[in-house]
């Protein structure tokens, strides 16, 4: 039994067989997994997730009305591992009374607020495993002697409550964190783009006369597009380094990017060509945007040059170099990259649309970190099963849902694998289950480092 560290009888709390840090669709999914599999004839895996907002979300603040997924509805959170899923997209939509219409659609992507909606329907069917409003403060080692047997996840509520779940593995899924450039400080007049809906209602009422949308991927395509519609008096000026929006590459050759067995061949390839790899499909996903959106820009633009008023502006080879607030706006100065020459821009909002970066699980591990092995450059090793590598005094497996695109490639932590890569997740929480007992409870006074 783990150490006490007490010598009178310790209060006994439950022990779980997985705790899950975060409820985004990535953990969601598993969700769904591991509730399939205790329906089944196996041994239940008692499993309890995290989640610090009130309720499921997923990027709600760019849930603009007419947005479409970029990837297929068979991509959904169950389908590429259980065809027969009653989790599946299809199963919502007969659930909603629109799978014939949507049939008529004859559509692979579905717009983003539904298959939001999708997602709700998901977790409210598995919202036994989750507790919401609970944030993740700490998550420490339990120790017996030199061996780290438990990890204490240590949850805060709004209200201040704390308490404590006790776990043989961890699943983190903690999502992505938005990115701004280097010392730009986010403030009423100057966000990234995943507040834009929240933002709205106030921005109509201040009546806005111009916007700066920086950035030229999907995110800063649509904000822009948006804005300019949005606000049919407010100059819109996006500004971005290349020469123009990139078109994403979806082709049905590249789309082998995504699959489930590219991640077999990123894993075990060398080092040197895993970068070759990434360079060679970067336009699969970043900093590309979706052609037919691509094409209404540039009829907006021409449209607008026709009427002669000129509301939606390109600042294409182009940056930010300064950024400032003023009494009345923000005061931006664009640089052109070929020449230097700069155009100094009075806004009202400058929005960033400068993409995400996987949020580092260190700092939250805390001392459970030293015990995580590091490569040549200082990244995390993560097994084939996205379980970390750690010293092996650690008998629980600590998984990762996301950061894991230096190891297992492009489409690691994307929608695209998501209900292939739990399916793994679990195969390997199985397969790792000793044939010993496991009790059921643990004492609080277990040790801890």
């Known amino acids: 039994m783990?150490?006490?560290?007490?010598?009178?009888?310790?209060?006994?709390?439950?022990?779980?067989?997985?705790?899950?840090?975060?409820?985004?669709?990535?953990?969601?999914?598993?969700?769904?997994?591991?509730?399939?599999?205790?329906?089944?004839?196996?041994?239940?895996v008692t499993a309890q997730f995290l989640e610090r907002q009130p309720r499921f979300g997923w990027h709600r603040g760019m849930l603009i009305e007419d947005a479409t997924m970029q990837v297929s509805f068979l991509k959904d959170l169950a389908t590429m591992r259980n065809p027969t899923s009653e989790?599946?997209?299809?199963?919502?939509?007969?659930?909603?009374?629109?799978?014939?219409?949507?049939?008529?659609?004859?559509?692979?992507?579905?717009?983003?607020?539904?298959?939001?909606?999708?997602?709700?329907?998901?977790a409210a069917k598995v919202d036994d495993l989750v507790a919401y409003d609970s944030d993740v403060v700490a998550i420490e080692p339990v120790t017996d002697g030199d061996a780290v047997t438990y990890f204490d996840v240590r949850v805060r509520t709004q209200a201040g409550e704390e308490s404590v779940f006790r776990a043989r593995n961890l699943a983190i899924g903690t999502g992505l964190r938005p990115n701004l450039p280097?010392?730009?400080?986010?403030?009423?007049?100057?966000?990234?783009?995943?507040?834009?809906?929240?933002?709205?209602?106030k921005l109509e009422a201040a009546d806005p006369s111009r916007f700066v949308v920086v950035g030229a991927g999907?995110?800063?395509?649509?904000?822009?597009?948006?804005?300019?519609?949005?606000?049919?008096?407010?100059?819109?000026?996006?500004?971005?380094?290349?020469?123009?929006?990139?078109?994403?590459?979806?082709?049905?050759?590249?789309?082998?990017?995504?699959?489930?067995?590219?991640?077999?061949?990123?894993y075990d390839s060398p080092e040197a060509f895993k970068q070759r790899l990434v360079g060679y499909h970067a336009n699969t996903n970043y900093s590309a945007?979706?052609?037919?959106?691509?094409?209404?820009?540039?009829?907006?633009?021409?449209q607008e040059k026709v009427l002669g008023v000129e509301r939606l502006r390109m600042f294409n080879v182009s940056r930010p170099v300064e950024v400032t607030e003023t009494p009345d706006g923000v005061r931006a100065t664009i640089a052109t990259l070929t020449t230097g020459e700069q155009t100094v821009l009075d806004a009202d909002v400058v929005v960033y649309s400068t993409g995400y970066q996987p949020a580092d699980p260190t700092p939250l591990l805390g001392d459970l970190a030293e015990f995580c092995r590091r490569d040549h450059d200082g990244r995390l090793q993560i097994e084939r099963d996205y379980r970390?590598?750690?010293?092996?005094?650690?008998?629980?497996?600590?998984?990762?849902?996301?950061g894991t695109e230096h190891s297992h490639?492009?489409?690691?932590?994307?929608?695209s694998n998501t209900a292939v890569r739990v399916g793994e997740i679990l195969d390997s929480l199985l397969a790792r289950r000793t044939a010993a007992p496991k009790p059921e409870y643990a004492g609080t006074g277990a040790g801890t480092r």
């Open 2 to 44: 783990p150490e006490t560290g007490t010598t009178h009888a310790a209060p006994q709390i439950p022990v779980y067989d997985l705790v899950g840090v975060g409820f985004g669709p990535s953990n969601l999914a598993l969700a769904i997994a591991l509730a399939e599999y205790n329906a089944g004839p196996g041994e239940p």
């Open 87 to 122: 989790f599946s997209f299809l199963s919502y939509l007969h659930a909603k009374g629109r799978l014939v219409d949507f049939i008529n659609h004859k559509n692979l992507f579905p717009l983003r607020i539904e298959f939001h909606d999708y997602f709700e329907w998901c």
């Open 182 to 201: 280097e010392g730009v400080v986010p403030s009423e007049r100057i966000w990234h783009n995943h507040e834009l809906l929240y933002r709205v209602e």
């Open 218 to 266: 999907q995110s800063a395509a649509e904000v822009t597009a948006f804005l300019h519609e949005r606000f049919p008096r407010a100059e819109v000026c996006s500004v971005f380094a290349r020469y123009g929006y990139s078109p994403a590459d979806d082709s049905s050759f590249a789309n082998r990017i995504f699959d489930p067995e590219a991640v077999d061949h990123f």
């Open 289 to 302: 945007v979706d052609l037919d959106l691509i094409d209404e820009l540039y009829r907006r633009v021409y």
């Open 388 to 402: 970390l590598r750690t010293a092996d005094e650690v008998r629980g497996g600590i998984y990762l849902q996301g």
């Open 409 to 415: 490639g492009i489409t690691s932590s994307l929608l």
